[in-house]
């Protein structure tokens, strides 16, 4: 058993993921398997807990290609669905495990009971439907996740509110435009940030690159990971080239230890 905690990242992209259907965009064309990108969500192992933050629609193929026995549960950012509609294939761990823990703000829990009904059902369930055991995610309210307290972070999507999630010396943000002042404080001291960088044009409700390597300066972590990386941002190579020392484009598949 490793005390170390294992951060998997299951998917780097946006919501179309690279390469985009249908795209001649140089970066979808690349062979380098580092401009290949699922919809972005995250594996956080420590002991024997694994915890995966945001389920979209790449979650199977994500859990094929990096396989964990059991799942302890899965944290929701928000309800878009890149992060919210791979939800059905948590059957396999249903069956064998129950009910599935998920965490996640009210609205999004509003969210998923209205368009993943038959998950949420109480009675007259159908027979292969998945079950949760929901639980609610407050501003300012840790939740013990295995042995862990686990610290929601508020961010902003343009208007949206999101949350992001500290697990002892690793933050994770996505899908951030703005954060308080308030909640950068509670980032100090990691070790690892995760933040969204989309591209290196602004955006109206995304860190573009500029603004992520501001924050990842503010937080001062010892090392910066970016994802949410959309094809417009460039070849992961050349981008990374650029990058201050200490802060790095994440890439499918990249596993680091803490």
């Not at 401009?35 to 420590?46: A, G, I, N, P, T």
């Not at 509609?85 to 823990?101: K, N, S």
């Not at 940030?193 to 044009?201: D, Q």
Request: net charge negative; proline share 5%; hydrophobic share 40%.
């Amino acid at each position: 058993m490793d005390d170390k905690m294992t951060i998997t990242f299951l998917g780097t992209g946006t919501s179309q993921g690279i390469p985009v259907i249908g795209s001649d965009h140089p970066v979808c064309l690349s062979k380098d398997p580092k401009d290949k990108r699922l919809r972005v969500s995250v594996l956080v192992s420590w002991k024997n807990f694994n915890y995966v933050i945001d389920c979209g629609p790449d979650f199977r193929q994500q859990m094929l290609t990096n396989p964990i026995e059991k799942l302890d549960g899965i944290l929701f950012t928000h309800e878009h669905a890149d992060h919210t509609a791979g939800i059905d294939d948590i059957r396999p761990f249903f069956f064998r495990q129950g009910d599935i823990p998920i965490y996640a703000h009210e609205r999004v829990i509003t969210s998923l009971k209205r368009r993943f009904d038959y998950i949420f059902a109480g009675e007259n369930r159908y027979p292969g439907a998945p079950a949760v055991q929901v639980v609610q995610v407050k501003k300012d309210t840790p939740i013990a996740l295995g042995d862990l307290e686990v610290v929601p972070i508020e961010a902003y999507h343009n208007r949206l509110q999101v949350f992001g999630y500290r697990f002892g010396e690793f933050v994770y943000l996505t899908d951030v435009k703005r954060v308080e002042e308030d909640q950068i404080k509670k980032m100090k001291g990691a070790k690892v940030l995760v933040v969204n960088a989309l591209r290196k044009e602004p955006h109206h409700s995304h860190f573009n690159l500029e603004e992520a390597i501001a924050l990842a300066q503010e937080v001062g972590a010892e090392k910066t990971y970016f994802t949410h990386i959309s094809h417009i941002m460039g070849f992961h190579e050349e981008v990374e080239k650029e990058l201050p020392k200490n802060i790095h484009l994440a890439y499918d598949n990249l596993q680091l230890k803490i």
